[in-house]
């Protein structure tokens, strides 16, 4: 079962802020928070992922609250390329990576 | 840098005739290797993992076996199929980090 809580789907208008939320109020002190996305057809898309600090790449942000019960990715500027389903997981770091579960997802559409 | 690739990227098979799907990666070595499956309109089924050459664990019991004969190659079979194996499969690799990478999936449909 999957670890985490996201909304089934959003909107968000071309240019704005993408921000999706995800709960994962059971999280492990070694779990980390990771980011795909899946756009139609295709294999999903590693985004970024975090411990405790906030985290930046050239795709997104990753803002993860202070107890690490919660989290919000940011799309700083939403693009109509960006409507995907996007997957928040929780996981610990092992050699194995039997635990990597991923549940449905967010379903964001960007919209012209 | 890394690659991964998949073939055949779409594959329709008769119901008890067998199946064979291969994943290779290049670019890295001793890689973790994963198998997952899609249904339509649903999350990721991790299906087996492998991380070594010769070794797979498998997460569900099914009608699918995996083998990973060389260090990048992983590959997924099933002597006959089912309807309920029509899916899109998807392999992924990962280092000892964190992230896995997938590849560009294959899609079954078994009629």
């Known amino acids: 079962d999957a670890k985490t809580t996201q909304p089934p789907s959003m909107d968000c208008a071309e240019g704005r802020a993408a921000n999706l939320p995800c709960n994962h109020s059971?999280?492990?002190?070694?779990?980390?928070v990771y980011w795909y996305r899946q756009i139609h057809s295709q294999g999903p898309q590693y985004i970024i992922h975090g411990l405790k600090n906030n985290e930046t790449n050239e795709m997104a942000s990753l803002i993860i609250t202070e107890d690490r019960k919660s989290s919000t990715l940011i799309l700083p500027h939403a693009t109509l390329r960006d409507t995907a389903v996007y997957y928040c997981?929780?996981?610990?770091?092992?050699?194995?990576?039997?635990?990597?579960?991923f549940g449905p997802g967010t379903r964001l559409s960007v919209l012209p | 840098s890394q690659t991964i690739h998949q073939w055949p990227a779409t594959l329709v098979q008769p119901v008890g005739s067998p199946l064979s799907l291969e994943c290779t990666v290049e670019?890295?070595?001793?890689?973790?290797l994963y198998w997952y499956r899609q249904a339509a309109g649903r999350g990721l089924q991790l299906l087996f993992y492998?991380?070594?050459?010769?070794?797979i664990s498998s997460e569900v019991p099914q009608n699918l076996s995996a083998s990973r004969p060389q260090d990048r190659q992983f590959i997924l079979s099933s002597k006959k199929l089912l309807l309920s194996d029509s899916g899109f499969y998807l392999c992924?690799?990962?280092?000892?980090?964190?992230?896995?990478?997938f590849g560009p999936g294959t899609r079954l449909t078994v009629t």
């Open positions: 492998s991380v070594g050459i010769g070794q």
């Open positions: 670019g890295t070595s001793n890689p973790n």
């Open positions: 059971t999280i492990s002190g070694n779990e980390y």
């Open positions: 997981i929780v996981r610990a770091p092992d050699n194995y990576g039997q635990n990597f579960v």
């Open positions: 992924a690799w990962s280092l000892q980090d964190y992230e896995q990478y």
